[in-house]
């Protein structure tokens, strides 16, 4: 299988290139605030509430954005949320160049940030089958989540060196010129090589039901959908905590922080690439069940081992196996769903794993202050393996030896 299959389609050049800045200038941006809220405060609490405010649109937003991706056209959408997303990022640059940022100004901004986003992924995952088809659809998932987590790997190195030579400003801007970027891309979007998807017209809390009832009629996508939920709540959201661990645990600066965030990248992006090129060669749910649990044992490792480079292998089995587990999870719902629900399924499966993740996250933060940053990755870890062990690894156990 040829792993850039989806490189011939002139639009998913434009989208890749779209989102291979977006990402990038994200992940600065993240790092880099994690770093400065940090450094403003010394409070991990406030890490904790930093991110809520970045994630608790998600619980509002995701399921209305799931029936936006199926009732209006979606390049339209994203367009506009890339823009919305970029005179965000610009109202945070300038306010940290001028020296007028506050923890409130960076709660705004983070919330902000996150509506923006809780409305832009369901419709921009969506999107993919119709720039690339449902052929290539799997090998463009794959290359997605390979540009996703490049800018993961290269992204938080990139803010750390930048930090610690210039400050955090360069990365806030760095983000702004991204989105800039994206929006050009998406504007260059040809159209007429889009096929042309008649908007679903029903009424909104029809298509709700039926978005619900599909998922719950399919019993893996429903399985899978939960245990994403609470691996994204615990493992997913302990990163929060990544400027803590750094400077309190290991020991490290900018620049290891940096390392530190890139190490869960650099699993995710070489599980990607081999996703990309051999993801016909493997039973789909096996590869799922494989990374379902190299995730939160990895977690659960980190604890036993606080030193800066054993920290740095675990974290790249984090990123592998997340990666193993959420991209294959992903191609598999939205090459199983049909075409005229696509959308609001992909919503729905954006609310399972990113609805919940305030609370988490909030969590997460305050029991660090208490017990330490340690402890958390274990109980993170603990917590995400029993969902695995009971929501996918015996079920589809027990599916594949009937079958």
Known sequence: MNPFASFKHRNYILYSIAILLMFLGSWMSSAAMGWLVYEMTNSVSLLGVVAFCGQIAALIFTLPAGVVADRYPKRKVVTMTQFSAMVVAFILAFSVKYDFVTVPIILTISTLHGIIGAIDTPVRHSMVVE????????????????????????GPVIAGWVMAAWGAVFCFFANAFGYLCAFIMM???????????????????????????????????????????????????????????????????????????????????????????????????????LGSLMTPISAIVLYFVP????????????????????????????????????????????????????????????????????????????ATLIASIFMVILPEAHRLRNN
């Open 187 to 289: 504007v260059c979007l040809d159209g007429s090589q889009m096929p042309d998807v008649q908007p679903v017209k029903e009424d909104t809390k029809a298509l709700f039901k039926e978005g619900f009832r599909y998922v719950w009629s399919e019993k893996t996508i429903f399985r899978i959908m939960v245990a994403s939920s609470i691996s994204f709540m615990f493992v997913g959201g302990s990163p929060t905590i990544m400027p803590a661990y750094a400077k309190d645990v290991v020991h490290v600066g900018a620049a290891g922080y940096g390392w530190l965030m890139a190490s869960i990248g650099v699993g995710a992006c070489i599980a990607a690439i081999i996703i990309a090129g051999c993801v016909n060669l493997f039973d789909r749910v096996k590869v799922i069940m």
């Open 131 to 154: 720039i690339v088809g449902r052929k290539d659809l799997p090998n463009a998932v794959a290359l997605n989540s390979s540009i996703f987590n490049g800018a993961r790997m290269i």
């Open 307 to 382: 030193h800066y480079y054993a920290s740095l292998v675990c974290l790249f089995f984090v990123g592998f196996g997340m990666m193993l587990y959420h991209a294959v999870s992903n191609s598999y719902i939205q090459e199983t769903a049909p075409d005229d629900i696509v959308g609001r399924v992909v919503g729905i499966r954006t609310f399972c794993m990113a609805g919940p993740a305030p609370l988490a996250m909030l969590l997460i933060g305050k029991y660090a202050a208490v017990r330490g940053c340690s402890e958390t990755f274990l109980m993170c870890g603990i």
